[in-house]
């Protein structure tokens, strides 16, 4: 059995290979992407762009700043905007606790005296009602916070327009 030296070429002992370092060029700029895309896909790309977007639009930099965070009302605001966003969440749980646990597990015995599509409402309620009721209330969660977003964008507007 032939031994592996441990004595590189120069004469001093070679690093263990687990403790070999890749070389790094710290004056090459950081790409965004793993991979190298060809020239002409970086100028083309959005993602790479260096622009501020602000330019393409024609707006102001006045227009594009948002309100100042640390306004008391604008405080209020985000407050308001983050308990509505927490008791719509809280609700759902619940309801979704509810259908899960209680239709599936707890009260399964009661729900069997009933049939659905041929089988017993706490079993259907067990394999099938909660997962369904979790994606509808996704989707209800979905549309309520696209309300509530833009609800929250029309009242930051306002605020905004009424510090000017």
């Known amino acids: 059995m032939m031994m592996r030296s441990s004595m590189n070429q120069t004469g001093s002992p070679a690093p263990p290979a687990c403790r070999a370092s890749p070389q790094i060029d710290l004056d090459r700029p950081i790409s965004r992407f793993p991979f190298r895309m060809n020239r002409r896909a970086e100028e083309e790309s959005p993602i790479m762009t260096t622009s501020d977007p602000r330019e393409d639009t024609g707006s102001s930099p006045d227009d594009a700043a948002g309100p100042d965070l640390s306004s008391p009302r604008v405080q209020a605001l985000l407050d308001r905007y983050w308990h509505r966003n927490l008791r719509w969440m809280g609700v759902l749980l619940c309801v979704w606790l509810v259908v899960g646990l209680g239709c599936g597990i707890l009260f399964a015995d009661v729900l069997n005296q009933f049939r659905l599509f041929g089988y017993p409402l706490g079993f259907w309620?067990?394999?099938?009602?909660?997962?369904?009721?979790?994606?509808?209330?996704?989707?209800?969660?979905?549309?309520?916070?696209?309300?509530?977003?833009?609800?929250?964008?029309?009242?930051?507007?306002?605020?905004k327009k009424e510090s000017r």
């Open 125 to 159: 309620f067990a394999q099938q009602g909660s997962i369904m009721t979790f994606v509808v209330l996704i989707l209800i969660y979905c549309l309520v916070m696209n309300r509530l977003d833009a609800q929250h964008h029309r009242d930051l507007q306002r605020l």
